[in-house]
């Protein structure tokens, strides 16, 4: 921020963030001397922003009361930080309706000086992204985010109609205790009143969110990030998986989300519990672990672990630039 005007920029934004600063705390937040700043204020007050001076002991500099600052102004710093927020927002799923997106960054674009446009331009055209992109429907409405918010900040329980995954419509009475977002969708997790337990819902399947006046306290500890890849876990599929993993327990986080396996360490390792709908694929993310364990149940992925062990030894022992051996016949 070596440019005066972009200083003179920084001390209007700290005026508006500050009921009063004297001229020391200003200087030091600006990296310049008392004279400056009643420069800097000077050059405000031409501008017309009516910038008070409070003298005695607790003087110092403040807006003047109810004043309306002048429309959002950006340095090219800034504006470059709100740019590239908005482009990963909508590529990664955590904005909210589409074309809210959009319009918002058209209007930024519209008042930037034409070579910085050209060059974030240059930028969200080549940029590319690892993550695949959500489905457009998975995106929430901003108003069914902004009233949880808004609940789980002042603990207010809401009153809420929410679509299944079967597409059955329920209504549901919420304490919600926190919001998560994760893979590419919004969560709230809280106390359910229709069932009497802690819940997660999508929001993309929330529909009218209502406030009831209700207070309620958030149990101590409480994590909502925990909760909701937990409950993701916990989804139920075909097979119920326990194995023993000879390793430690921040070893295993490193290559396990969360969303794929509950992790408990013991005396002998840490134990893996988990719901599969394919045990081949159970058994290819075990064998990609790189660590020894024991299949505690179901003995049907003991099998599959085995057939995957006979795939990878056939694979193997394919000659370069050969024919392959023949397939073995499959387990019974």
């Known amino acids: 921020m070596s440019h005066p005007a972009g200083r003179v920029l920084a001390?209007?934004?700290?005026?508006?963030?500050?009921?009063?600063?004297?001229?020391?705390?200003?200087?030091?937040?600006?990296?310049?001397?008392?004279?400056?700043?009643?420069?800097?204020?000077?050059?405000?007050?031409?501008?017309?922003?009516?910038?008070?001076?409070?003298?005695?002991?607790?003087?110092?500099?403040?807006?003047?009361p109810g004043y309306k600052l002048p429309p959002l102004m950006l340095t090219d710093d800034e504006a470059?930080?709100?740019?590239?927020g908005l482009v990963v927002a909508e590529r990664?799923?955590?904005?909210?309706?589409?074309?809210?997106?959009?319009?918002?960054?058209?209007?930024?674009?519209?008042?930037?000086?034409?070579?910085?446009?050209?060059?974030?331009?240059?930028?969200?055209?080549?940029?590319?992204?690892?993550?695949?992109?959500?489905?457009?429907?998975?995106?929430?409405?901003?108003?069914?985010l902004l009233a949880l918010a808004a609940a789980t900040r002042h603990r207010q329980r809401v009153a809420l109609d929410y679509r299944s995954w079967r597409g059955e419509q329920s209504h549901r009475e919420l304490d919600p205790y926190g919001l998560v977002f994760h893979s590419g969708r919004w969560y709230v997790?809280?106390?359910?009143?229709?069932?009497?337990?802690?819940?997660?819902?999508?929001?993309?399947?929330?529909?009218?969110?209502?406030?009831?006046?209700?207070?309620?306290?958030?149990?101590?500890?409480?994590?909502?990030?925990?909760?909701?890849?937990?409950?993701?876990a916990g989804v139920p599929y075909t097979h119920e998986v326990e194995v023993l993993l000879e390793t430690d327990l921040v070893t295993a986080r490193r290559r396990i989300p969360p969303s794929v396996a509950e992790l408990t360490a013991t005396t002998d390792g840490v134990l893996l519990r988990a719901r599969a709908e394919s045990l081949p694929g159970m058994a290819a993310l075990l064998a990609g672990l790189g660590c020894p364990f024991t299949v505690r149940h179901p003995d049907a992925l003991r099998a599959a672990v085995a057939e995957h062990a006979r795939l990878l030894a056939?694979?193997?022992?394919?000659?370069?630039?050969?024919?392959?051996?023949p397939p073995r016949r499959p387990l019974d």
């Open 314 to 325: 056939d694979w193997a022992a394919r000659p370069a630039g050969g024919q392959p051996p």
């Open 92 to 144: 990664v799923g955590l904005a909210t309706e589409q074309p809210a997106t959009a319009t918002a960054l058209a209007k930024i674009r519209r008042v930037l000086p034409a070579a910085l446009a050209d060059r974030l331009a240059a930028v969200q055209e080549h940029l590319g992204f690892t993550l695949r992109r959500p489905e457009p429907e998975l995106r929430p409405a901003s108003g069914t």
């Open 189 to 232: 997790t809280g106390h359910d009143h229709r069932r009497g337990e802690v819940r997660t819902f999508r929001l993309d399947r929330i529909g009218a969110v209502t406030p009831d006046g209700a207070s309620f306290t958030v149990p101590e500890g409480f994590d909502p990030v925990a909760r909701v890849t937990r409950s993701l």
């Open 11 to 64: 001390l209007l934004e700290l005026l508006q963030a500050r009921h009063r600063a004297t001229a020391a705390e200003l200087a030091a937040r600006l990296g310049v001397d008392d004279r400056t700043v009643r420069r800097y204020v000077a050059t405000l007050v031409e501008l017309g922003i009516p910038v008070t001076a409070d003298r005695g002991r607790h003087g110092g500099y403040r807006l003047h």
């Open 80 to 84: 470059v930080a709100v740019l590239l």
